[in-house]
């Protein structure tokens, strides 16, 4: 039975290490105007370098916006300010840990990008959604080891409690007497 329980765990841990890793990142920033007063409900798309939108989303009345669970790859911003703005765009490579875009509009020249990799902003106010799955690789190796953990004592502990696994087979506990 011992040798059954360290197969299944070794076949577990296995199929938990070959499983590829879906690697998804987000896009943060602000939009302020020259005067750094945020510019809430300006749309934002994200292209791929064909022209297809791949996102759209809006700035919330802070001037923060946020679009989550993009593969990391080269993509346009496309920046449409409220009216009285000029837009913009930009392109730059997402990483996997992200990329902040603030936009800084005027109403007399097009919107200026600045951009830092990792998604948060310096702008004050919160984010226009939160990323529950932006994990790091040592917070990913540590679920995985905590889920193979928690695997192989279910297993243990069913087993045991069914009495096909106990320190010793040559001496059967004694039933209780009634």
């Not at 409900?41 to 009345?61: F, P």
């Not at 509009?105 to 990323?131: C, K, L, N, Q, R």
């Amino acid at each position: 039975m011992r040798k059954l329980l360290l197969t299944a765990l070794g076949v577990a841990v296995l199929l938990m290490l070959g499983t590829q890793r879906v690697i998804c990142a987000d896009l943060a920033g602000s939009i302020v105007d020259t005067k750094g007063n945020p510019v809430a409900d300006a749309k934002i798309l994200v292209k791929n370098l064909t022209n297809s939108v791949l996102s759209e989303t809006h700035s919330n009345r802070n001037g923060r916006y946020q679009v989550t669970g993009i593969t990391p790859g080269s993509y346009q911003y496309v920046l449409f300010p409220v009216s009285g703005f000029k837009g913009g765009d930009a392109v730059s490579y997402l990483s996997d840990k992200g990329l902040t875009i603030d936009w800084h509009v005027s109403d007399t020249a097009p919107a200026i990008a600045f951009a830092s990799v990792g998604a948060g902003s310096s702008a004050p106010g919160p984010m226009a959604a939160d990323d529950p799955y932006g994990f790091s690789n040592e917070e990913y190796a540590a679920i995985l080891v905590g889920s193979v953990a928690l695997v192989g004592g279910g297993v243990v502990g069913g087993l045991a409690a069914a009495g096909e696994f106990s320190g010793s087979s040559s001496n059967p506990p004694a039933s209780p007497s009634l």
